[in-house]
């Protein structure tokens, strides 16, 4: 009996690394909300075309990290969801597969299928490294119920109003009571009010802009939030907080609108979203992920195959649908799902004014310099003139060299 | 059977033996440790030692011939750079905060806990010590609740007595006295245990004879107790000096080094130049830095005269 059960072990054991030899797996790393459900996709894929998928999920704020020791010590995987912001200083490394050739011939990806400022993202030195998976903008979250107690029945429409709508909700409910949320350590939030008022961090020519009126105005007015005490302060987290009406106002992408739905229902109906506050635009951050092939990756042929499956109109389509991300690929947005739907609406239209931060390698540390000083200002008791000074300090010596 | 070891003979036929036959047995006994010492600590620190002359970082990765060798402009950055500074006053703020409280209080449940009338002797030194094996991270997620402006058990206890609420992490004032009194409390446990071990050490005779003489406590402890325990209040002052230094985990797990940096530490910084901006060699020079703080610290220790007989 016990000999037979060994048998039949060691039969399976040997049949199972044979099937396994047969089939070709590709390692895929992903990160977040998208790591979850990113399986639902893999199935798909394997079902259409033989080929296994393994994703390994990292947290967002472990990836960075891990992607580069994994370059180091060449351990990496086929492909991996990359955010836009982290294209330049791995491509600059050298660590992902030039696209060129694969784009050429490839008849599902092509470059003008794709919003422009997406394509953007993943074009460095005049070489593509990647393909845009989904975009991600940054929209203004509110209650609409609490709102409508101080007397706004649409969202705050210019900076004053926004400013205005939050003090008098201050004013209501108690200071420290309720508030906005923001962040200064986190560009994503603070640039968009500097864009806003007509101005940026560097420009083109890596010229430093920070000692401009715009960008000065706009950290003033963003640092006025946290002097008067008009910032959410000390919650659980956003979803909570939403539901109390900690934090009735705040800036966030498009994952948040399902997030928000499944973690606090009670809500539902006592929200929505609303393109940005218009001080000379209403420019927001436009993000995302987009997909990279290792250089040192074994299986390139079939991870791109991964890439055009992921790429193709119906699949965009039903990734929307699984998580809310908006499709890099323009043509899937007349589909009756998106067009009609009111939220993906406000997203359609913030993208239309949206930018990205600068694709640089150095990217990294000015944002790490930009959130010091900001929160500097914010939190510290900084003058706004001393902070752009310092900062306008760090910025030379992380560009000089 | 100590003895019989120890015994000059059996030293010189063992030593005769190895020479005359098979040294590489001994290499077959200490051969792993030794192996995994040099792997991964005297490895690294060469390694270390040459990285912070070189500019070496995220871009070198790929291909190493584009890292220079550029001798001691690290070390002048460093020397230049006001977060570095801030680190090493946060640093030092947090050991001279530290250090006389966990001496403080290992030394106080060290004599609670060996007096004969205490009971529970076991409970409490379990209790005392729990804090020190449990991991930091575990440490942090709890205390972080704990210390939650709006949720948190502590604003909630000080509420009763009509205080006001604190933002203990997110405030300047208040983050860098959450860090230092969680690294007390972890420290108290181990301290404590060896106060404990010097205290039965000393032989109770000195203190039966110094009763007859006619001493009072406070003479007993100072003219017997503190003498006495000289060895491991050195040893106890080293061991902090040379962890608290290196303060790393608490502020990496409560605060990041936030609010506005006031909880940064040396280590901590390090860290983040080292394994977020990948600057190896400017974080390498960093570490060199440090040693040499803590090489110095433990050297005016071990020249104290309060550790001397």
């Given amino acids: ?401 | 059977m100590g003895l019989e070891l120890s015994s000059p003979y059996l030293i010189l036929r063992g030593y005769l033996y190895i020479m005359k036959n098979k040294i590489w047995e001994i290499f077959l006994f200490i051969g792993p440790s030794l192996l995994l010492l040099l792997v991964f600590t005297v490895l690294p620190v060469i390694t270390s030692l040459f990285l912070s002359i070189t500019d070496f970082n995220a871009y070198s990765f790929l291909d190493w011939s584009k890292t220079k060798i550029i001798w001691f402009q690290n070390f002048i950055d460093v020397l230049h750079d006001d977060l570095f500074w801030k680190a090493v006053l946060n640093t030092f703020y947090a050991f001279i905060l530290a250090y006389p409280l966990t001496i403080f209080f290992s030394l106080l449940f060290a004599f609670l806990l060996n007096r004969e009338e205490t009971y529970f002797k076991n409970f409490f030194r379990l209790l005392i010590y729990l804090p020190s094996v449990t991991s930091t991270i575990a440490i942090a997620v709890v205390w972080s609740w704990i210390l939650n402006p709006k949720y948190g058990l502590l604003n909630w206890f000080l509420g009763l007595f009509g205080l006001p609420p604190q933002e203990w992490l997110s405030d300047t004032r208040w983050a860098m006295f959450v860090v230092v009194s969680l690294v007390v409390w972890k420290a108290i446990g181990p301290n404590m245990l060896l106060f404990i071990a010097g205290l039965q050490g000393i032989p109770e005779e000195l203190y039966e004879s110094a009763e007859i003489d006619g001493a009072n406590r406070w003479q007993q402890f100072w003219y017997i107790t503190l003498p006495g325990l000289r060895p491991v209040l050195l040893f106890v002052s080293v061991m902090l000096g040379i962890g608290y230094l290196q303060l790393f985990e608490e502020p990496y797990m409560l605060t990041g080094g936030g609010p506005l940096n006031s909880t940064l530490s040396i280590v901590l910084y390090l860290y983040q130049k080292g394994f977020r901006a990948f600057e190896f060699g400017y974080a390498s020079s960093v570490a060199l830095i440090l040693f040499v703080m803590i090489f110095g610290l433990t050297y005016i220790q071990m020249k104290m005269r309060v550790f001397q007989d």
């Fill in chain 1, 1 to 401: 009996m016990r000999r037979n059960l060994l048998i039949i072990m060691i039969l399976l054991i040997i049949l199972s690394s044979f099937s396994l030899s047969q089939v070709k797996t590709i390692k895929i790393w992903a990160m977040g909300e998208e790591a979850k459900n990113l399986n639902i996709m893999a199935e798909k894929f394997t079902k259409e075309t033989g080929i296994k998928v393994d994703v390994q999920p990292l947290p967002w704020t472990a990836a960075f990290s891990k992607i580069l020791t994994g370059v180091a010590g060449r351990q990496v995987p086929d492909l991996a969801m990359m955010g836009t912001t982290w294209m330049a200083p791995f491509s600059a490394m050298g660590a992902f597969e030039d696209l060129g050739s694969y784009i050429a011939k490839s008849k599902v990806v092509k470059p003008e299928n794709f919003f422009a400022g997406s394509w953007e993202t993943v074009v460095y030195n005049n070489k593509v490294y990647g393909v845009p998976w989904y975009v991600d903008v940054r929209v203004l979250y509110y209650r609409t119920d609490m709102l409508k107690e101080v007397g706004y029945n649409k969202a705050p429409d210019t900076w004053d109003e926004l400013y205005d709508a939050i003090k008098k909700l201050s004013q209501k409910y108690g200071v420290g009571k309720t508030g906005i949320g923001l962040s200064p350590t986190e560009a994503a939030n603070f640039m968009p009010f500097v864009w806003q008022n007509g101005g940026d961090i560097i420009d083109k020519n890596k010229n430093i802009l920070v000692k401009n009126p715009e960008f000065i105005e706009a950290l003033e007015f963003y640092s006025r939030f946290f002097k008067e005490n008009l910032v959410a302060k000390g919650g659980a987290n956003v979803f909570v907080d939403f539901e109390s009406g900690l934090l009735p106002m705040f800036f966030s992408g498009p994952w948040m609108v399902s997030m928000i739905k499944e973690q606090v229902p009670k809500i539902t109906g006592k929200w929505t979203v609303s393109i940005m506050p218009k001080k000379k635009t209403r420019t927001s951050f436009v993000g995302g992920s987009n997909w990279v092939i290792f250089k040192d990756s074994k299986n390139k042929k079939e991870a791109w195959s991964f890439i055009e499956f992921m790429t193709r109109s119906e699949n965009q389509l039903e990734w929307y649908k699984i998580l809310r991300s908006l499709p890099a690929l323009r043509e899937v947005w007349n589909r009756p799902e998106l067009s009609n739907d009111p939220i993906t609406r406000v997203f359609r239209e913030q993208l239309d004014d949206a930018k990205s931060t600068p694709i640089v390698p150095e990217w990294d540390k000015i944002e790490t310099a930009l959130g010091r000083r900001v929160e500097e200002v914010c939190l510290g008791n900084r003058d706004v003139k001393e902070g752009v000074e310092l900062l306008y300090k760090d910025l030379q010596k992380i560009l000089r060299k």
